[in-house]
């Protein structure tokens, strides 16, 4: 049995802390600054992490491994069957040509690249992950962008940072639902708490897209758009948050969203369209079509060419219902993990009370999301006329084309397994947690500082939910404050997260890039963080009242 020690450097928190920092930075330093391919930065990273784990927080070599391993394995299945499936889909569609027909069905509502960006990266996305998660957003938007001609880094990008303010009520409530079950508290009540912080960020993230893309001056050109799309997701959300629970918040928000924005564009267009640099213009467009290049699409035809990304949204959904998932999950295969299953116990904070952990692995070949993503690449074969033999070579090459992003993914979610069965992820928490009368301001960046390791806003509730109740209580606080702002803070980390990064660039061709990525995003990820930890201060000490009492 190994007991994790949360104070190996001189007996001290904050020391301890600072070392077990020293992965994270190197992982940022090797691909911010020394532009390492990630998975080079990734296989590095994990080295010393074991290290650090063995030589400083005495954790067993062969756990240390084990716990790796486990984390790779995860990495793989389910998260890495999600991004190859779905980036599956979208070469299917652009080798048969359909992909074609979706870029000009996107082009007749309009040729903005900034509403094309609010439709799929904000919208469409929001959708995705509020029926699938764990990647599926990035991979499938982010591929849809760049196959309509984005620059791959805006592509990949918009699509991590328009994935922010859904991210809490992904895969159908998920996040909440388990922080409530691991802290036993009312998942309504966190939901509540949830849906009174992130509004605000789902009505500032479709406003910074358009800074980030074009400009303050871009952004005042479309701001009826943003204003639209942020404001009607932002209600939606909140009410069904409020009013409903933590299952259909992303759902019914980004349908709303996406039905408001398409209403507004029947009768308002910005007045200047905007393209990237060296692209070609609104007039050069306009003057292509006239001559006859491409033809004006039929209503069968774009219906069509979409199919294959409807059908993908009916077998996610079907795929949520928990008959379905009930049904399937019995071709699950779980098991007890190797040399880690109760062989490393935790000590909780403030009570004191070790407990071993357990841990599985699940191999659930039928209800993984993956699957019914890859149900949906055998439908778009027939929708798409596609032959067997290009369906298996177009199998092949994505294969081929996603090894290295595959292996970066497994890498990270092992770097976040060792983190968390090492202690090292538990003693950053209880440094942030000493903080006392701040820790109101700084509870959001535990949530961060989780979703950043894990690549999940479930799994870092599922690590932190229990120290923000008792650190909440022992501080004379509502811990529905402190959990509400451990999963909204944390969809701010999800845009810096290794793993995100890595299905970014997969979806986008820029594997070798990921280091331009993280530029990309790490300065909007530590400004929205520290947006959400003022308006949780706000909440605390100005707002109390407003805060939901159990």
């Known amino acids: 049995m190994f007991t994790q020690v949360y104070k190996p450097v001189f007996g001290s928190l904050g020391w301890s802390a600072l070392v077990a920092l020293i992965p994270i930075l190197f992982f940022f330093w090797a691909l911010a600054v020394r532009r390492m391919k990630g998975h080079v930065a990734a296989l590095l990273t994990v080295v010393l992490a074991i290290l650090d784990a063995w030589l400083v927080f005495r954790m067993p070599v062969d756990k240390a491994l084990s716990a790796t391993v486990h984390g790779m394995l995860t990495g793989l299945w389910p998260i890495g069957w999600i991004v190859f499936t779905a980036v599956f889909l979208f070469r299917i569609t652009e080798r048969t040509g359909y992909f074609d027909i979706i870029r000009r069905s996107i082009s007749s509502i309009t040729d903005d690249r900034r509403i094309q960006a609010l439709l799929i990266a904000f919208s469409f996305g929001a959708f995705l992950e509020g029926t699938a998660g764990f990647g599926t957003p990035v991979a499938v938007a982010a591929s849809m962008l760049a196959g309509l001609g984005f620059d791959p880094l805006y592509a990949a990008g918009i699509c ?212 019914s993503i890859l149900i949906a690449c055998i439908i778009a074969k027939f929708i798409c006329r596609q032959s067997w033999t290009d369906w298996f070579r177009t199998f092949a090459d994505n294969l081929h084309e996603l090894r290295y992003p595959l292996l970066t993914i497994a890498l990270v979610v092992g770097f976040g397994d060792l983190f968390n069965y090492s202690g090292m992820s538990a003693t950053m928490a209880m440094a942030l947690a000493a903080t006392g009368v701040l820790f109101p301001f700084f509870s959001p960046f535990l949530g961060w500082i989780g979703v950043f390791l894990t690549g999940s806003d479930t799994s870092s509730n599922l690590l932190f939910g229990g120290l923000q109740k008792l650190t909440a209580q022992q501080l004379h606080m509502s811990p529905y404050l402190t959990m509400g702002a451990n999963s909204a803070g944390g969809v701010m980390g999800k845009m810096i997260s290794p793993q995100s990064i890595a299905v970014g660039a997969s979806a986008t061709g820029l594997v070798g890039r990921e280091g331009d990525l993280y530029r990309f995003t790490l300065k909007h990820s530590i400004a929205l963080v520290i947006f959400i930890a003022l308006i949780t201060s706000v909440y605390a000490y100005v707002f109390p009242g407003a805060i939901p009492q159990g």
């Open 160 to 371: 991590l940072l328009a994935n922010t303010a859904p991210v809490a009520f992904g895969a159908v409530g998920i996040p909440i639902t388990a922080m409530a079950a691991s802290a036993h508290a009312d998942s309504l009540l966190i939901s509540q708490m949830v849906g009174r912080i992130l509004p605000f960020a789902s009505i500032l993230v479709p406003f910074w897209l358009m800074v980030v893309m074009s400009g303050w001056k871009g952004m005042r050109e479309v701001w009826p758009a943003a204003l639209t799309c942020g404001l009607s997701f932002a209600i939606t959300q909140f009410l069904v948050s409020n009013f409903v629970g933590p299952e259909l918040p992303d759902i019914l928000a980004a349908i709303v969203s996406i039905v408001c924005l398409i209403i507004l564009l029947r009768f308002w267009q910005p007045k200047q369209i905007w393209r990237f640099k060296g692209e070609a213009s609104a007039a050069e467009m306009a003057a292509t079509r006239e001559r006859g290049a491409e033809p004006r699409l039929t209503g069968g035809q774009v219906f069509h060419a979409w199919s294959p990304f409807l059908v993908l949204c009916v077998m996610i959904i079907l795929w949520a219902l928990p008959a379905v998932k009930a049904f399937l999950g019995k071709a699950t295969i779980v098991f007890n993990w190797p040399d880690l299953n109760k062989l490393v116990a935790q000590t909780t904070p403030i009570v004191a009370k070790t407990t071993p952990m357990a841990v599985t692995y699940k191999f659930d070949i039928l209800a993984a999301t993956g699957t």
